[in-house]
């Protein structure tokens, strides 16, 4: 019974899903979709106007078909301030406990490892910071990705940037 209310949260909290901006084949597998690296923008639901991109790699053949694969720990992420930015009275309170606040969470097996993003503030520079890892119930990974993301004044894309409606 236990096992399956935890099986059931763990579903329910798998956090925001990103959308995916395009992969590259890194295996080939003669049964089932090729191992690769999915590219992946994700919109930080607390600070408004940051967004971060993920690169990580994903498991393919019949168990990654099926969804029961392992993807390795392989992560990166770049973050970078794409709006105005107001921080919430929250995230200023939260750098006072030193733990960050969870932004993003994704399932990287059927059920025991998931890869998450983390934010910090630092408000000696005024600037959001974002830790990308991966944790399992047993033995997580060390292996980690930091993006830093400096509040500016936002005054629109920068000289030479296109805008979305490509004025």
Partial sequence: MRILIF?????????????EIGSVNTKFKW????????????????IRGVAC?????????????????????????SCRQVGPVSLPPAVRKAENTGTGEEVFKHRTSLIFKTLQVVRFYDPARHVLVYLSYSDRVIEGSPKN?????PIRPWNGPADGERNPEGE
Wanted: glycine residues 12%.
């Fill in 7 to 19: 099986l059931s949260l763990s579903l329910l909290s798998a956090g925001l899903v990103a959308e």
């Fill in 31 to 46: 049964l089932g979709p090729n191992d690769k690296v999915v590219v992946e923008v994700f919109d930080d639901p607390g």
């Fill in 53 to 77: 991109y993920l690169s990580r790699a994903q498991t393919g053949g019949i168990t990654g078909a099926m969804g029961v694969a392992e993807d390795t720990s392989d992560a990166t992420i």
């Fill in 145 to 149: 990705s930091l993006s830093v993301v």
